[in-house]
């Protein structure tokens, strides 16, 4: 072969080699980016509300029923009830009762509901859908699609429970509770403040985390109470197609139904009556973050307060070094859960730990159990509220969900503690982030500090 | 040495073309920049109506409300109207590189280019009408893809495009190849990045948890690939390609500080307790620097997505000189000695 042809095989191959490497590079950017776009397209609907699989299994297995029919009736029960998540309605049974009907403004509720969009006069629609639904999930349930990450879980609206309020343990918090918790947010957590939203637009969210929990109560409600019904012969719990054929069986259905959704209602309502008011201090009391750097006298009483606190904090009535621990880092009892958790473990007798035992819930809504673990009160994040009165809330009305228990208080129980000596606990609580941590070891009871 | 200096205006070169190219570049990241704080706002539905604003011509909307109204309408309106912004240049890049450029291929790739700029705007518009976050994913997505073909495409009208004749530079396969690597990991980083960023509550956890693993993933490759890169890139390669490296391993450190800020000030860090600030922080909801740091990590992506795609350009268009004319690097290695 000549050497003009083999100058020209080599050109000719070194030109085709250089398209192809050219073609394959724009080949595989275009074909990876259009079949990226493509792939990004990958998600479910949001506008419906997911069944509670999860309390639906839960029963069934419990009672060792087939709870398929049960969950369908009450999804639709729910959906006549409470509508959809962009078309929500406040259930017609407690329109008809005035104080009930007034638990949610319906103009509000729809302004929070749907898909997110705003106007030439800033108004925002499909706030819940702005603000809250990648954590709260559609349905209110926690387990938006960055539950996993969360640390603690986001709250499950579904069972009415709420942790930081200024009701009693076990009631319902008031419209300020949330309202309050919105616009602080919860240091530490992933629930951020709202506070620059406007007032309206915060109210809007309280309706429909009202409207989400109470959906969620009633749906498990009727689960629980379909329990009792047999199914596979003939009973029902919500049969629309006999309104026509049989009014008074669908009426009968409709009352058992309504009475649910009553009794949900009303203890949201009675939770404003519920409330509790606290008294500050007398103006001689010393607080901590009031009068820190005051008189010499105020300073001492100041001490003296804290060290009673202390003692009380170490003592048998109010007990808070079991969980807090003897150094109060948090470190004492961490081996409980919260009741979100317990609210499925505890129904089966499950083993947290045993994987394999768990898996098939986690599948079903669970999230992974976690311990519940008690603050590090000498990090100077308190959850609830930083200001004294909201220590003392805690104190006296404990967190709902936790271990956190309602101290004993005096009158009621003549063993518990007094209004003063709760503030003698604030104090000291306040006070231990600037404690030295060795100073913690002198107000140990010796006791305590005995090794087993 | 003096020989191996290029000529000011090397043959085919047009100053016009070039301006084109590189003025639609550097409008696109301004654009994407005001879409992406859309996009943190949740300001894809603050006007309507499409390609009307409030029912007006969008280029006559009353001054007074665009600038002064709501701050989500200022961010949609003017996200519009720097495309429009986008739009013009990429016409203007058309026409002037079917009067002044000589080469074909080149003029019918404008023509592409058109095409995809009308392409993102009629996908904006349509998230628009029918009000689909997910084609806002696609929207942003596409973004990117298109920021890369404005580069490549100010890469392909430069100079060095000219004077890349193999006796100057030449670019390693290693580079070259990390180069492409980097660009295509790149654009699909910021793909699964707009899936976290649209998520809608109806996605699962483990769609979540799964999206968040492959960012995280690739990102750690992106991070080792700039250093490669870097460290490839010799004296004689390209140097688009070599300066682009040094800004990739740049860009690269700030974008991993940026996305663990945005972790930070979207879901605070799961383990607070660290240390104090991180146990006294609160989120602040639509705040500002929170918006920033989520609006500066998204555009940061393109940014590294543009970088990537001019080491890539300008590594294969040595390489491709090289490759055809064989004797361009012999003399190249004989002036050298």
């Known amino acids: 072969m000549s050497g003009k042809a083999l100058l020209f095989l080599k050109r000719l191959t070194s030109r085709l080699t250089n398209r192809l490497t050219n073609l394959l590079t724009w080949g595989a950017t275009l074909g990876g980016a259009i079949a990226l776009s493509g792939l990004v397209g990958c998600e479910v609907p949001v506008a ?71 106007d030439e006069q ?22 938006g699609p960055t539950a996993t990450f969360l640390n603690p879980y986001p709250r499950d609206f579904r069972l009415g429970v709420f942790k930081f309020k200024s009701t009693p343990f076990g009631r319902k918090p008031t419209r300020t509770d949330l309202t309050r918790l919105l616009k602080e947010g919860i240091m530490g957590t992933s629930m951020p403040s709202f506070r620059l939203l406007k007032d309206d637009e915060l109210e809007s969210l309280v309706d ?42 669908f009426e009968a259905q ?65 007990n808070c070094a079991t969980c807090h621990g ?89 063993l518990g503690l007094s209004e003063n000596e709760v503030w003698d606990v604030v104090n000291y609580v306040l006070s231990l982030p600037y404690e030295h941590l060795s100073n913690s070891a002198a107000s140990v009871p010796p006791f305590a500090r005995e090794k087993p | 040495m003096s020989d191996l200096k290029p000529d000011y205006r090397p043959v085919g070169y047009s100053r016009a073309v070039h301006g084109f190219a590189l003025a639609l570049t550097l409008s696109v990241f301004p654009l994407i920049w005001v879409g992406s704080l859309v996009t943190t706002y949740d300001a894809g539905m603050a006007v309507p109506d499409w390609p009307t604003t409030y029912g007006y011509n969008m280029f006559t909307y009353p001054l007074t409300t665009w ?102 530079w030449s670019t390693g396969s290693l580079a070259r190849w990390t180069a492409t690597l980097m660009a295509l990991l790149s654009f699909a980083q910021l793909t699964v990045g707009a899936q976290l960023r649209h998520v809608t509550g109806g996605a699962s956890p483990q769609f979540f948890a799964g999206s968040v693993h492959l960012h995280l993933t690739l990102a750690g490759a992106i991070v080792l690939l700039s250093f490669v890169l870097w460290s490839s890139t010799t004296q004689v390669a390209a140097p688009p390609t070599r300066r682009s490296a040094l800004g990739l391993v740049l860009l690269v450190l700030v974008q991993v500080a940026l996305g663990i800020g945005t972790w930070l000030v979207n879901y605070a ?47 294969w268009r040595t390489r491709a000189v090289r490759a055809t004319r064989p004797e361009g690097t012999w003399q190249w290695k004989k002036q050298l000695a």
């Not at chain 1, 949900?264 to 750097?293: C, H, M, N």
């Not at chain 1, 590090?376 to 404990?398: A, H, W």
């Not at chain 2, 309408?73 to 495309?83: D, F, K, P, V």
């Not at chain 2, 026409?95 to 404008?110: C, P, Q, V, Y």
Request: aromatic share 10%.
């Open chain 1, 48 to 118: 419906t509300f997911q069944p509670n699989k999860l309390q639906a299994t839960v029963l069934g297995e419990k009672n060792s029923i087939d709870m398929s029919p049960a969950t369908a009736e009450v999804s639709a029960a729910l959906e006549e009830l409470f509508g959809t998540p962009d078309d929500p309605r406040w259930p017609a049974a407690l329109m008809e009762e005035e104080h009930l009907a007034k638990l949610v403004d319906m103009e509000r509720l729809q302004r929070a509901a749907g898909a997110v969009r705003s």
């Open chain 1, 122 to 143: 800033d108004q925002h629609f499909g706030l819940y859908r702005e603000h809250c639904v990648h954590c709260h999930g559609t349905s209110g349930n926690g387990l």
């Open chain 1, 208 to 249: 429909y985390v009202i409207y989400l929990s109470a959906r969620g109560e009633v749906e498990r409600k009727l689960l629980a109470s379909s329990t009792e019904l047999d199914f596979t012969d003939g009973d029902h719990l919500y049969d629309p197609s006999i309104k026509e054929k049989d009014p008074d069986e």
């Open chain 1, 254 to 318: 409709m009352e058992v139904i309504n009475e649910i959704v009553i009794g949900v209602a009303e203890s949201w309502d009675k939770a404003t009556d519920q409330a509790i008011t606290v008294a500050a201090p007398p103006e001689d009391y010393p607080l901590f973050t009031r009068d820190v750097g005051g008189s010499p006298e105020v300073y001492g009483k100041l001490e003296e307060s804290i060290a009673s606190g202390r003692k009380i904090f170490h003592g048998n009535v109010a």
């Open chain 1, 326 to 414: 003897n150094t109060a880092l948090g470190d004492g009892q961490k081996n409980d859960y919260d009741i979100w958790t317990k609210d499925w473990l505890q129904a089966l007798n499950l083993d947290p730990k045993n994987r394999e035992q768990i898996s098939p819930y986690l599948k079903l809504g669970a999230l992974k159990p976690r311990n519940i673990v008690p603050r590090n009160l000498r990090s100077g994040m308190y959850r609830g509220g930083s200001q004294p009165v909201d220590i003392y809330m805690r104190i006296v009305l404990g967190i709902d969900g936790t271990t956190m228990p309602a101290a004993a208080m005096k009158p009621q129980n003549p």
């Open chain 2, 67 to 168: 600038l002064y109204g709501p701050f989500d309408l200022l961010a949609e309106h003017s996200h519009r109207l720097l495309g429009t912004v986008a739009g013009m240049l990429t016409i203007g890049l058309v026409l002037s590189a079917w009067k002044f450029d000589s080469r074909t291929w080149f003029k019918w790739w404008t023509l592409i280019v058109l095409l995809a700029v009308i392409g993102q705007g009629l996908l904006g518009g349509l998230r628009v009408r029918w009000d689909a976050r997910t084609l806002a994913m696609v929207h942003g997505c596409t973004a990117s893809l298109f920021f890369a073909m404005a580069t490549s495409t100010a890469v392909m009208s430069s100079k060095f495009w000219f004077h890349a004749d193999g006796r100057l």
């Open chain 2, 269 to 315: 860090l799961p383990w607070p307790e660290l240390n104090e600030f991180l146990a006294r922080y609160t989120i602040q909801a639509k705040g500002y620097a929170e918006s920033m740091v989520v609006t500066a990590h998204v555009a940061t992506g393109s940014l590294i997505i543009c970088f990537s795609t001019v080491a890539t350009f300008a590594a």
